[in-house]
């Protein structure tokens, strides 16, 4: 994570999220470190590798494909073509994630943002959003 700043770690969501990774996929090969990445799930696709990130529910579907998307765009520039699943086991939905020309396009525009962020000597001023309640950063940006 940027600057060593990581989410709480006994966050009660961020813990849900071990279980699940524990609980469900027993028989795929869970969570693969990359650089700056990590991988929940990695399966055998017909063609292909499928890289997965396993979510609780389809609440931040957005920003969990923008993640995959994400994964998928950094191992692309290595030369590693893959495909994306977004797995969420308890509404049973699998949903796959291909990296067009245009998620590729927002995935750049997200990444340029995100290094002006990094770079730049203070951090955006905090603003409250209904993603606050839970995050597992929420400290960080209220203390």
Same mark, same amino acid.
């Given at each position: ?24 996929? *027993? ?50 520039? *290595? ?32 990444? /340029? ?15 409250? /959003? ?14």
């Amino acid at each position: 994570m940027a600057h060593e700043i990581n989410p709480e770690q006994d966050n009660p969501l961020v813990e849900l999220g071990r279980i699940f990774h524990e609980y469900f996929y *027993k028989r795929e090969k869970k969570e693969v470190s990359l650089e700056g990445m990590k991988i929940d799930l990695l399966k055998k696709g017909e063609e292909n590798y499928i890289i997965c990130e396993v979510k609780k529910s389809s609440r931040f579907e957005l920003s969990a494909k923008m993640q995959l998307a994400y994964s998928i765009y950094k191992l692309r520039e *290595k030369g590693i073509d893959v495909r994306g699943e977004l797995l969420i086991p308890k509404e049973r939905k699998r949903i796959g994630i291909e990296l067009d020309e245009d998620l590729e396009r927002e995935i750049r525009r997200a990444v /340029t943002d995100i290094g002006r962020i990094m770079s730049s000597d203070k951090p955006p001023p905090a603003r409250k /959003t209904r993603y606050c309640r839970g995050c597992a950063y929420r400290y960080f940006c209220w203390a």
